[in-house]
């Protein structure tokens, strides 16, 4: 079964004791200007393709490997950089529910410089694997 895997990442960075919370500082999608509800310091998750589905010959399930493209949006640099890094760190080292591995695609995150607010933004790459059992 099909997954959503920028919501199923959200959930767990929401459990991961970063400070984030779904639908107040984390948001599904792209990223979108500060207003309303959109605080200035936020995390935008958006889906990504990865790489083509693997499957063993003869077999329905296939092995995917979504990738989610995390941008953090800060109004100072360090604050900006050590989240993205935590998100990063959070992935690699605790299992999240109903994938097979999760990780960074990336070394560390990277800088974009700053957006027309003065604020910093960081992108990295997160990879979901887990096996699709209805493909």
């Known amino acids: 079964m099909s997954k959503n895997v920028p919501n199923d990442l959200g959930t767990f960075l929401a459990s991961a004791g970063l400070?984030?919370?779904l639908g107040t500082n984390i948001?599904?999608?792209p990223v979108r200007d500060s207003?309303?509800?959109i605080p200035n310091d936020s995390v935008f998750?958006?889906?990504g393709a990865g790489s083509r589905p693997e499957r063993t010959m003869g077999e329905v399930s296939e092995i995917k490997r979504a990738i989610v493209h995390v941008r953090v949006?800060?109004?100072?640099?360090?604050t900006g950089y050590t989240l993205a890094r935590g998100i990063k760190d959070a992935t690699k080292i605790k299992h999240i529910a109903d994938y097979i591995d999760s990780y960074?695609?990336?070394?560390?995150p990277l800088v974009l410089g700053q957006d027309n607010e003065g604020r910093y933004m960081f992108n990295l790459g997160?990879?979901?694997?887990y096996e699709d059992a209805a493909a």
Do not use: P
Request: glycine share 18%; no cysteine; net charge neutral.
């Open 19 to 21: 400070g984030l919370t």
């Open 27 to 29: 948001f599904i999608g």
């Open 35 to 37: 207003m309303g509800n």
């Open 45 to 47: 998750l958006i889906g």
């Open 73 to 78: 949006r800060s109004r100072t640099f360090n």
């Open 104 to 108: 960074g695609t990336d070394s560390e």
């Open 126 to 129: 997160i990879a979901m694997v």
